[in-house]
Each structure stands twice: as C-alpha cells, then as structure tokens.
C-alpha cells in the first residue's frame, strides 16, 4: 500500500503576475493562506493553472521554492516537474525535492510524444533519480499520448511513483487501471466535473482548478465522498456544474483566472499565447460565480 501524497481536493493554483509582467508574490501569499484557511488539502504548484508553460526556467524554479517555503507545511506541496525532455524532467524533480515539496506532478511527454516503451522509460528514469513521491498526469487532449492501464500497471511497482492524476475522461480506462494496480496506485481526479464518480470507484480526491474560487466547498465535497455520504456529494456536484463549464468554457486557466480577478484577487494579464476571454464568456463566468455564492 502507498500512502497518498495527500487526499481530498488538492487547489491547481494559478500564478498570479504584476502588470509589469512578474509574478506578484504579495498576491501569491494572499491566495495560498486562503486556500489554507478554507479546507484545501495540498497546493499543486507550477502546473497548467499555473501558467508553468510559460515560465521560463528560472521563474518556474524560483515559484517551487518560494511556495514551499511559504506554505512551511501547512498542507502538502506538488511541484510540477514534468517535461517532454526526460532529462530536464530529472531536473525539476530533483530541485523539488531539495525545495521541500512533498510530491511531484509530472505529465505525460508532450509534442515528441512516445511509445507506452517509452513513457515506462521516462517515468522509470525519473523515478529512479530521486525518493520525491511522483504523481503521473494523464490529460491526452494536451499532450496527445495517453497511458494504457497495462503501462500504469507496471510503472505502479515503482516505489516512487506513487499515483495518477486522471484527466482523459475514460472511465473504462480507470475502472481497469484501478482494478489492476490496487494500492500500489493512487488517484486522483484531474477533471472537476467527474470527482464524485472518480471517488464512488475509490479515488483519492482532486487537483481542482475550481478549488481556486470555491476551496471550501471543494473541499466538503470531497469529505462527504469519504464519509460515504454520496447522495449529498453529488448534490453539491451537480450545484457546481454550470461554474465549472464556466471555467472552462476557454482553455484553462485563461477562465480561471478571469474568475478570480471578477472576486477581486489582483492576478494580473496572462502570458501569451493566452488572451483575455470573450465578452459573452466573461459574462458567463461573472453569472455562475454569482449564482454559486462564490466570494473572497
């Protein structure tokens, strides 16, 4: 059995930025204790909420360290450390687990790609490098290469890669990737919109986006699934559901962030190539903020 790296809803945290282009570490603090004061479980850091894409090396290094410095272990923090570059990947992972991070997320090789050889290459590689727990990031509609349950099944028997952030929508697929690895693989789920369902098959939670405007309440739903208390949970997912088309009604994180500059959080501009959403867009987000009761 592997202990999780943490379990209920993990916050996918945006980075926020000054106009002037850097980030806006007064504004970070604020959202972190935020996020802490209000039931998240675990900061994930530097992944695709957070912009990781287009922080330069330095940036995404500086990000890991000062937020693990900052959070000081009030809850668990997830560094992004994945790469399409297998070496630089190593890089990263190693540098979290200097910075103090308690586990790191690492997607799937993206634009090269590989064989399920390779990507049991890849993680097994990083995964050899240093004892920092991995959690693996299935989300195919960005990276265009997807696990099979067989691949997870053998990166399972690592014991450094420690669980799977489940984001491709296939639920066949977990259903056999669960039954098989046990366990021996923990996780989570990457999509907002499916936590109860993962959970009901004996997930571990979520690396929510929508923890960013509603930790709470993210939160509870995920207490309610560990209680069993399913009827409820499915409530609260069910009040969610238009706010979470909303956040993604654009390519995240570009509604998210649209969302929590509405709340009054100084996030400041995304970085190109992300733009500001459309105006029916920012209204549609403005309206199911509204109607969820979200607020600071």
Not at 184 to 193: A, E, P, R
Request: a negative charge; one cysteine or more; aromatic letters at 8%.
């Amino acid at each position: 059995m592997k202990n999780p790296v943490f379990t209920g809803a993990g916050v996918a945290i945006i980075t926020p930025f000054k106009s002037t282009g850097e980030i806006n570490y007064e504004e970070f603090g604020r959202i972190i204790d935020h996020q802490i004061a209000h039931g998240t479980d675990a900061i994930i850091v530097c992944g695709t909420t957070g912009e990781s894409s287009t922080l330069h090396d330095k940036e995404h290094r500086e990000v890991v360290s000062w937020c693990c410095e900052y959070v000081d272990h009030r809850v668990p923090v997830v560094a992004g450390v994945g790469s399409n570059d297998t070496a630089y990947a190593i890089e990263l992972t190693k540098f979290a687990k200097e910075c103090g991070a308690d586990g790191g997320l690492s997607v799937t090789p993206y634009y090269n790609k590989t064989t399920q050889r390779g990507l049991i290459a890849h993680y097994t590689a990083i995964a050899d490098s240093c004892d920092l727990p991995i959690i693996l990031y299935n989300v195919p509609s960005r990276t265009g290469v997807c696990f099979t349950d067989d691949t997870l099944y053998e990166l399972s028997k690592h014991p450094n890669i420690n669980g799977l952030k489940a984001a491709s929508g296939n639920f066949s697929l977990l259903a056999a990737v669960m039954a098989k690895c046990g366990e021996n693989l923990n996780v989570w789920s990457g999509n907002d919109d499916q936590i109860v369902p993962l959970m009901a098959l004996g997930g571990k939670g979520v690396i929510s986006v929508l923890s960013n405007v509603a930790p709470q309440e993210t939160h509870d739903l995920t207490q309610l699934c560990f209680e069993n208390r399913y009827p409820e949970a499915a409530k609260l997912q069910f009040k969610y559901h238009n706010l979470i088309d909303a956040l993604f009604c654009e390519v995240n994180p570009i509604p998210v962030k649209k969302a929590m500059e509405l709340l009054g959080w100084d996030v400041g501009p995304l970085r190109l190539p992300l733009v500001e959403p459309s105006e029916e867009h920012i209204a549609q987000i403005q309206k199911e903020l509204q109607a969820a009761g979200c607020k600071i």
